[in-house]
């Protein structure tokens, strides 16, 4: 199974960390490539794996350094091709959710916990002096964080046997099938130099890190709500559950995707969504805590989509209709 792209929307921009990252793997991969002559020269690929990438023992004595350089280098085209789509599938999301500062940051803390718990099974079974390279670790912790925050969306996957197709598949399938994949793999044997451990530690960091935003997300909605007095009910102004931003429109082939964020509910049964042929907009109503509509203008070209389905998760609707 191959990923793609997925049906998640994005509110917030362009991911311009996720796709940095990106570029910078592809900028060290290529300086690897030209330095190696094209991996063909073992010394010198030796030589560049010993000096920048995370050797177990010395993880372990703080050579934290190294373990940043590792994560930005690869052992060959299948293997950076492979993390990069991973990481151009989900990291967008990921970093669409958390911030531009904030995703960095945690990329990073994902890659150094999943290169420590490499390092102490490999130190405990004498490879404690073998390097690990690759950003998989810190991109296991974005598959991770994509379960918890996304469960819901659609993977558009290509399925490669003895056809080709492809299948839109559920992150809440999809994710934990390949994480089981890890699990088998470690146990059986890290066969073909493959730190199996490094993915399932940055995986399970990143589900941490997933389950301590939507707690920290939901704490803070709830805390927003003002306290107005011992005989009067707590209600919540209509400033602070009605959306900041205007929703956005995302037209796929044979669909229109709203994004839009809705606070003071506790449910997509809350909302409510009707298309108006005579304006092109859908009116989309809110009935939790306090009642509030909102408008998304679809283009011109639209003509009487119906509503699919209706998504709600941590504040973000995701509306979808069918052309």
Known sequence: MFPIHDDAGRIHGRP????????????VFTWEVLVTGNFTNG????????EYGAIPKFVLAGDIPAVLTSMFMHGGILHIVGNMVFLY?????????????????????????AALVHSIYAVSVGGGEIPAIGASGAISGVLGAYLIMFP???????????????????????????????????VIGEAGGVAYLAHIGGFMAG???GYTWKYLAEKKTSLSIPY??????????????????????????????????????????????DYEPDSKRVRIIASGSRKYELYAKLPDSASNPTVDYIHYLNGIARIRLTK
């Open 43 to 50: 010394r010198a690929t030796s030589e560049i794996y010993l």
């Open 152 to 186: 819901r969306a659609k993977i558009f996957t290509v399925i490669i046997a003895f056809f080709i197709t492809t299948v839109r598949i559920p992150a809440l399938a999809f994710i934990p099938f390949w994480f089981i994949l890890q699990i088998l793999f470690s």
């Open 89 to 113: 599938v989900f990291g967008d999301n990921i970093e669409d959710r958390f911030g531009h500062i904030k995703y960095l940051a945690i990329y990073i803390l994902w890659g150094l916990f």
């Open 228 to 273: 107005v007095g011992k005989t009067q009910k707590m209600r919540p102004r209509i400033e602070d559950i009605s959306p900041s931003l205007e929703p956005e429109v995302i037209e796929g082939v044979d669909s229109y995707e709203i994004i839009a964020e809705i606070h003071g509910i506790s449910a997509a049964t809350d909302i409510h969504a």
């Open 207 to 209: 589900v941490g890190t």
């Open 16 to 27: 311009y960390v996720n796709y940095s990252l990106i570029a910078i793997n592809a900028v």
